[in-house]
């Protein structure tokens, strides 16, 4: 029996997954069981920044994997502590909660807020995408991934996104906290307008809820930046991260202003790997290797020249850096497509596309993907 048909029969079948078994990587390319190449547009879904197998990585990591991988947090560990110091430079925020994923992050943003402000209700916006645990999927917009899991938890309100009158209604003095993905992602690449950031602040004022921006997704240099909120120029109470943070070794946070860590006490969080040895150590080995090798601002330059590119061939192309959505008419198809080709993409939905490649990649890189998809039709 192959191994695809095997997985039929032992992993519950939640994944729509593409008909291929990758075994390794290098960079920006994939390889699959029988040795064949891909160009790797994906990077399991924005996580790879620094690309697959980054030698100085697999170094950092090997070395503290010999040295001590975890002991929980009942004690002190070096590695989690030089993290947050790090964190605290790139960030502006103040302190962090180590967790193993983007919905255990924004779990653990969502019970800040609650803590910190006493209230109850969450204001979140339409299409957006913060995770599938009880919590995170409360504030998730689509119907398809709640219906059968509720009751969720309450009250949430779903605004219109970018749609300041909307947010206006929905948010109140019981509101403990919105939360915001300056761009969409898993919705296909929307980016939040100025104004529309804007206005969530000024009701913040007004009512005076906590404001939690989701840079999962958008985090770790993604869209240019070292976080999408640096577009914008506002600061988050939260900010909830993940995906990049490891490239790829799973590790999340939920960051947090010091008005909120003051209102948190022993026992309100927690996590028995959350923040452990080797996950921090992929984490600042993969800052630091995005720092020596400035993939943030390669991430910028590639994202216009691809970006350009693509506007060749697509009509509606949006995004920031390299987290890049545009339209087809039959999504599914041009992934299974391009695929046979060796190049990996991904669809939201039936009619877009979204590419989230390593923030290695080179003009060489882009021209071949443009030459594959042109070549599609
Ligand atoms: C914006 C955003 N928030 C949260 C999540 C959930 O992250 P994870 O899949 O690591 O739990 C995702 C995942 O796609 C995301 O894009």
Known sequence: MDWIEK??????????????????????????LNGKKYLDLVAGIACLAIGHSHPEFVSRVCEQLKKLVHVS?????????????KL???????????????????????KFARKATGKKKFVAFKNAFHGRTMGALSVTYKEKFRKAFEPLIQPVEFANFNDIVDLGKKVDRETSAVIVELIQGEAGVYPAEREFVKAIFELKEKYGFLV??????????????????E??????????????????FPIGCSAIKEEVAEKLEKGDHGS????????????????????????VENAEKMGDYFMKRLKELYSEVRGKGL???????????????????????????????RLVPPLVIGKEEIDLAIEILSGLG
């Not at 506002?234 to 490239?247: L, R, Y």
């Open 7 to 32: 997985e039929k029969k032992l992993i519950p079948q939640v994944y729509k997954r593409q008909n291929v078994v990758f075994e390794r990587g290098e960079g920006c390319y994939l390889y699959d």
């Open 73 to 85: 947090n009942l004690y002190y560990t070096t590695p989690q502590i030089a993290l947050a110091e």
């Open 88 to 110: 605290q430079k790139l960030t502006g925020m103040d302190r962090f909660f180590f967790c193993n994923s983007g919905t255990e992050a924004m779990e653990a943003s969502l």
């Open 212 to 229: 939690i921006f989701d840079e999962v997704q958008t985090g770790f240099g993604r869209t240019g930046r070292w976080f999408a909120k």
């Open 231 to 248: 577009h914008y120029g506002f600061e988050p109470d939260i900010m909830a991260m993940a995906k990049a943070m490891g490239s790829g």
């Open 272 to 295: 028995t790997f959350g923040g452990n040895p080797l996950a921090c150590t992929a984490s600042l080995a993969t800052i630091e290797i995005m720092e020596k090798y400035k993939l």
């Open 323 to 353: 987290m890049i959505g545009f339209k087809v008419s039959n999504a599914e198809e041009l992934v299974r497509r391009a695929l046979e080709k060796g190049l990996i993409l991904n669809a939201t939905s039936e009619e877009n596309i």
